[in-house]
């Protein structure tokens, strides 16, 4: 490696340091120059830096006059770090996409054009402002040992069932997303809802329970692999894949009847300072090596049309206005007292 | 410097063109307007219906004014193209959820069909739909507006494809207006083009009428034409009947003059005086053979019009002269042989103007040969042309062309002494043309001419 330890600063709780800055970042990284520096990508993120550092040092390696800049930041800080701090960065990446399409929507993404974006298919992008690099599918996770030798559900109806059918296995034992506390657990839920009435039906037999509520995925694997879960609902499958590989116990199931797909998007902000620099990134990012490190390196499925269409379950979730309605204060209130009136009936 | 009127075809070209451009530019004016009100009304339609479809989803109760915001909504507007979506929805004044900053319309006024506007929200430019409600809030009814802006950056790509279609289209229409208008210009030129074409090809002394078959409109010019042609042949004709009337009128006085003169120089013995008699006989002579020559001129030129057409014996035309100029050869000497007489030879022909031509040739061959020669005439017919020859011993053409010769009142620059008017060849040359035939003048081996007239044989 040619990046040693010592050459990352990895400072948490960046608003010490930064007292200006009202959002709170969870992690800043900073990746030194290869060469003389001419130049600073600063990036604002939810995605680990330890995820696409591969990426990084690959695209300073083709730039080797670029020193980047590494914010982590929930994804609702994300959107309040654009939005009301207008905090300047030069690149913005985000799992959340119905909030990267409203700062877009509201005028906070400049128009970035490349043969990069140019390549990407139309599902992937929004009016040459917000580009997806890669598509996640969001799945069941599920431990044998929980399962009690019952047969892993293939669909959202076998599911309910199970559930239904026996009480004793999964109860305390279910784990779940709270939209209250996790943009991209709302994000989930809502769009799980829209596309079918299954998800009301699971949530009320999940909700009599006593469901566990988490706001990250990494959380639940982790529960899973303890043993304190039998399954856990809606969880990147980025994550799990890689964490469960090695252990037998664990199954990843992508539902038949239909599996979310999300979009890791991002967009350079109107008001970035390099924004060549920016967009420069995440043209690396759409391109064929940057597409193959994401693959390989961080675990993240790369843009691949081919396989969206192989496995006709994958449904990406639409880049488009439709997102913007669910961010609607009346909208995200409804839907979250009806979702807490079918979670919690103890 | 007077400048030339611009070309008939240029003009017409270019009005036609010009006309074209207008039509071409109406054309692409109306197939934009036609096809952005169109795109606008589209768009509009979907905005209405997306407005009316979050209006519907307004809900009453005892606790105030709720809103399912119906997904599809949104993400039908969004289907259309990849615009960007601004909502409000305001109750009893107070914005309810939304943008709360998104314009409304100033005079607002109560509709429950979508009231549509253009406005500008946050640099954008956006069309805006308006519908308001009542809902019912405890008994209470409550006034709810519900507004709905999208930018129109897909409706602009829709109008900017347009722009370019209808651009084409324009192009196209003018350039085959452009065709068209130069092939017109070449139909309507045409009879213009024809009628000079057969007027430029006449001969010089050709003034007769113009019938050239003519459109409407070019018949005017062709009468004035007509006109004028007939006017300039009837100031030639009185020009040339003036000249032989006066040239008549000197010719008797004259011989009066040289029968007195040739008395007076019989009777006189004092040399003086028989000088000057001498010298008056021979400016006499000049005069006459002048007048006479001048009154051959104009009876060629007037005859040309009137053309004598008959049968004329060639044969018999030059035998006739020879023995009429023998006693004037004889006095100088000279003897006047006729060669391919003995049969006829006729050709279609004025015989008078034939006759002055043949008379001229054999004038000049008496005049300029030298005593104890023999001039040759000739006739022969071939190729179905009858050729006759003159040909002597004199003193050639003195290096002047044959063309400057023929020429009205020019004379051979080694005339010296002989006297003569320049008008001989001038009547040759034309009525050879008036016959379709030619005359030819070279040097003969030897010394001396041979003057050929050539005629066509009927």
């Not at chain 2, 054309?27 to 339609?45: H, K, M």
């Not at chain 2, 003086?272 to 002579?285: D, L, N, Y």
């Not at chain 2, 030059?318 to 049969?343: F, K, M, N, W």
């Not at chain 2, 030819?440 to 001396?448: D, H, I, M, V, W």
């Amino acid at each position: 490696m040619r990046r040693t330890g010592p050459a990352l600063a990895v400072i948490l709780s960046l608003a010490i340091l930064r007292p200006a800055a009202a959002f709170v970042t969870e992690e800043e990284a900073l990746f030194p120059a290869a060469g003389t520096r001419a130049q600073t990508v600063t990036v604002l993120s939810t995605t680990d830096a330890d995820v696409l550092r591969p990426a990084i040092e690959a695209f300073q390696e083709a730039n080797p006059d670029a020193e980047l800049r590494y914010v982590v930041a929930s994804s609702q800080e994300v959107y309040a770090a654009i939005a009301e701090d207008r905090a300047r960065f030069d690149l913005v990446i985000s799992s959340a996409m119905d909030l990267q399409m409203k700062l877009a929507n509201d005028g906070y993404a400049a128009r970035w054009d490349s043969a990069a974006t140019a390549r990407l298919p139309d599902w992937a992008k929004w009016q040459d402002r917000i580009f997806a690099f890669a598509q996640e599918s969001v799945v069941l996770i599920a431990s044998r040992r929980g399962f009690q030798g019952l047969p892993i559900p293939q669909t959202r109806r076998d599911l309910t069932e199970l559930l239904r059918d026996h009480p004793d296995v999964f109860r305390g034992r279910i784990g779940t997303y709270d939209p209250r506390a996790s943009g991209a657990g709302y994000l989930f839920a809502t769009q799980e809802a829209r596309q079918s009435d299954s998800f009301w039906r699971l949530a009320e037999v999940a909700g009599g329970l006593s469901p566990r509520l988490y706001a990250s995925s990494i959380d639940m694997i982790s529960d899973l692999k303890t043993g304190r879960l039998a399954l856990a609902y809606n969880v990147l499958g980025s994550y799990a894949g890689p964490r469960l590989e090695a252990d037998a116990d664990g199954v990843v199931v992508e539902f038949a009847d239909f599996t979310l797909t999300l979009l890791r998007t991002g967009f350079v902000p109107t008001d970035a300072a390099n924004p060549v620099g920016g967009g420069a990134f995440l043209d690396f990012l759409l391109s064929a090596r940057g597409q193959a490190l994401i693959r390989d390196r961080a675990g993240l499925p790369p843009i691949d049309e081919a396989a969206l269409s192989a496995s006709p379950h994958l449904r990406p979730i639409r880049l488009d206005a439709g997102l913007l309605v669910y961010l609607d204060r009346l909208k995200r209130q409804a839907f979250l007292t009806e979702w807490s009136s079918a979670m919690s009936q103890d | 410097m007077k400048q030339a009127p611009m070309s008939l075809r240029r003009r017409l070209v270019l009005q036609l063109l010009g006309i074209a451009a207008v039509l071409a530019i109406l054309l692409y004016l109306t197939v934009r307007t036609v096809a952005n009100s169109a795109a606008e009304a589209t768009q509009d339609g979907v905005l209405g219906a997306a407005t009316m479809a979050i209006a519907e989803r307004l809900q009453g109760g005892d606790t105030g004014v709720s809103l399912d915001l119906p997904y599809e909504a949104f993400s039908i507007l969004g289907s259309i193209s990849d615009d960007r979506i601004f909502y409000r929805v305001d109750a009893n004044g107070e914005t309810l959820t939304g943008y709360a900053d998104l314009p409304l319309p100033r005079h607002a006024a109560p509709s429950v069909e979508p009231v549509f506007f253009s406005d500008f929200y946050r640099e954008f430019a956006v069309r805006i739909a308006v519908t308001n409600r009542a809902v019912l809030v405890n008994r209470q009814p409550i006034l709810v507006t519900v507004a709905v802006a999208q930018t129109r950056q897909g409706q602009e790509a829709i109008a900017q494809r347009t722009a370019n279609l209808a651009a084409a289209i324009g192009l196209a229409a003018f350039a085959l207006a452009a065709l068209l208008s130069m092939l017109t210009a070449g139909s309507v030129l045409g009879p213009i083009n024809r009628l000079a074409d057969a007027v430029g090809r006449r001969g010089p002394h050709d003034l007769r009428a113009v019938d050239h078959p003519s459109p409407e409109e070019l018949r005017p010019l062709v009468t004035s034409l007509n006109g004028f042609i007939a006017r300039l042949r009837g100031a030639l004709s009185r020009t040339e009947t003036f000249i032989a009337e006066a040239a008549h009128h000197i010719r008797t006085p004259l011989a009066t003059v040289r029968a007195r003169a040739e008395i007076a120089l019989r009777q006189s013995e004092a040399d003086e005086t028989r000088e000057t008699m001498r010298a008056v006989i021979r400016a006499v002579e000049e005069s006459s053979r002048s007048a006479s020559q001048l009154l051959d001129h104009a009876t060629v030129v007037y005859r040309s019009d009137r053309l004598a057409d008959g049968p004329v014996d060639l044969s018999k035309l030059l035998q006739g002269l020879a023995r009429s100029h023998g006693p004037t050869a004889e006095l100088r000497d000279l003897t006047i042989s006729v060669s391919g007489a003995d049969c006829p030879v006729t050709v279609q022909g004025d015989r008078l103007l034939l006759e002055s031509a043949l008379r001229n040739l054999i004038d000049n061959a008496i005049k300029y040969s030298p005593p104890e020669t023999e001039i040759a005439l000739s006739l022969a017919a071939r190729d179905g042309k009858a050729v006759i020859a003159v040909r002597d011993r004199g003193r050639g053409l003195g290096g002047r062309s044959q063309p400057e010769l023929a020429r009205r009142f020019v004379r051979g620059a080694n005339v010296d002494d002989v006297v003569g008017s320049g008008l001989g060849l001038t009547i040759v040359e034309e009525v050879a043309e008036i016959h379709g035939g030619s005359f030819l003048l070279t040097e003969r081996k030897g010394g001396g001419t041979c003057a050929e007239l050539v005629l066509p044989l009927r």
